[in-house]
């Protein structure tokens, strides 16, 4: 796994795993599992720490972001309008002409097949330099 260099001396891994730890809560446990499916989808993945503290996980260039909120977390894929979603995870954002999002609430369980086949069209499209899938 590769890692950028951060704020404060740590690796962006290192205070990804610290706010997933501060979470606490079924957050922290829904961030860690969607950031080890990202791992296992893109063994190449480069975790980054963006946005005044923002998870950011990018494959020549941002595959997407995982944001935490009282009642959610929050994956938003940076080119995700452009990518096919034959499972329908995207549940937000969905008016926008580039981004869409998951938002994952309290018990509720994306399944990692489709959030990997995800993740793979997005570094997919990433690596090809086109603006659509």
Known sequence: M???DASEGQSASALISKRIAELGDWRGVTLS??????HEADPDVVETWKW???PVWEHDGIICTGESYKDKVKLTFARGASLKDPAGLFNS????KMRRAIDIHEAEEVK???FKALIREAVALNSSGKSKA
């Open 33 to 38: 599992r969607m950031r080890k499916f990202i």
């Open 93 to 96: 954002s969905l008016d926008g």
């Open 52 to 54: 005044m503290g923002t």
């Open 112 to 114: 990692a097949p489709a």
């Open 2 to 4: 590769k890692k950028s």
